[in-house]
């Protein structure tokens, strides 16, 4: 089982970035997939999350309207479409594979740096 993003880097308050999260090892399709960050000193948190078949998302309040994620399940991936960057953006950005009742899987993240 593996999880791989990319798409982290350095980008301007206001930039956008999108990164990516492709899976292997397991029935991609039949995962929940969500987005978690972790800002130094902080706590993991949620940033969003998308059901197996795309057609539900949540998102944490604080990336509301600025973040969208979604998946290809033909292609085992998961995207994370984030716009108007705030230096507060700042993480390391992590996705997670989840299913009811099975082990969850996480990938080993991708640093997001919002700054001038």
């Known amino acids: 089982v593996q999880l791989v993003e990319s798409g982290g880097g350095l980008v301007q308050p206001g930039g956008s970035l999108r990164l990516s999260c492709t899976a292997s090892?397991?029935?991609?399709?039949?995962?929940?997939m969500s987005w978690h960050r972790q800002a130094p000193g902080k706590e993991r948190e949620l940033v969003a999350s998308?059901?197996?078949?795309?057609?539900?998302?949540n998102y944490a309040d604080s990336v509301k309207g600025r973040f969208t994620i979604s998946r290809d399940n033909a292609k085992n991936t998961v995207y994370l479409q984030m716009n108007s960057l705030k230096p507060e953006d700042t993480a390391v950005y992590y996705c997670?594979?989840?299913?009811?009742?099975?082990?969850?899987?996480w990938g080993q993240g991708t640093q997001v740096t919002v700054s001038s």
């Open positions: 998308i059901s197996n078949g795309g057609g539900s998302t």
């Open positions: 997670k594979a989840i299913r009811p009742r099975l082990p969850d899987y």
């Open positions: 090892g397991f029935t991609f399709s039949s995962y929940i």
